[in-house]
């Protein structure tokens, strides 16, 4: 089957793309109000494009009516947002922060998230996401009903047991962040397996190995 995005309805390039493009890891992304509480909302296109510098992106869609939601309101005023990943444990509380609240709700006060200050930028963090990115916005790309915002990550909290004892790597046993597949189906990294490259060959020896039944 062939689909021909240039004439396909955004609704069906939706549904192709997030039903193929997965699993998209879930941003719960917090930002300052202008009346200073907490709006939290969770983003799924969303990931990390460069170390050097540290750029992560939002894709963050308008409303059905036009308008901007709240989190990228807040992004244009302040500049400013956190990036919360999301684990088993804060999956029920990222699912309520993505209801449709008006302005003035406090989502982290809504679903009970625990709130705690950031140290480079005026948003709070949740205290139980395995990790929080501060991030001030880069650039912002406009589209129609749509904004890609760039932001560079200037500090990262993570909590201590995520990690190893050297305090290099993530422990798989405990950081196993959940991400969305299609529609309301998601998954969590509890099967962690390593792949690795075949140690000191040659390009000219990879070329002679018969690929594996089933590749072209």
């Known amino acids: 089957m062939q ?42 296109f969303f990931n990390v494009f460069s170390q050097d510098p540290p750029i992560v992106i939002l894709g963050i869609q308008s409303r059905p009516d036009g308008r901007e939601k709240d989190t990228m309101n807040n992004i244009r005023r302040s500049g400013e947002f956190v990036v919360n990943m999301v684990d088993m444990a804060m999956a029920d509380a990222m699912i309520l922060c993505g209801v449709n609240f008006a302005p003035d709700v406090d989502e982290f006060a809504f679903s009970g998230l625990e709130a705690a200050p950031c140290r480079q930028i005026d948003v709070a963090r949740a205290l139980a ?42 422990n798989p046993e405990v950081y196993q962040p959940i991400a969305r597949l ?16 075949p140690a000191g060959m040659h390009v000219h020896e990879a070329a002679q190995l018969t690929p594996p039944q089933g590749s072209k």
């Open 129 to 170: 996401t395995p990790c929080a990115m501060e991030c001030r916005v880069e650039r912002i790309i406009d589209y129609p009903n749509r904004a890609l915002v760039l932001g560079e990550v200037l500090e990262m909290h993570v909590r201590k047991d995520c990690l190893d004892a050297q305090g290099r790597y993530v």
């Open 182 to 197: 299609h529609a309301d189906n998601y998954i969590v990294s509890d099967r962690q397996f390593e792949l690795c490259k």
């Open 3 to 44: 689909f021909d995005f240039t004439q396909l309805p955004p609704a069906d390039r939706y549904r192709l793309l997030t039903n193929f493009i997965g699993p998209r890891p879930i941003a719960l992304v917090s930002t300052r109000a202008q009346a200073g509480h907490t709006n939290a909302a969770p983003m799924s």
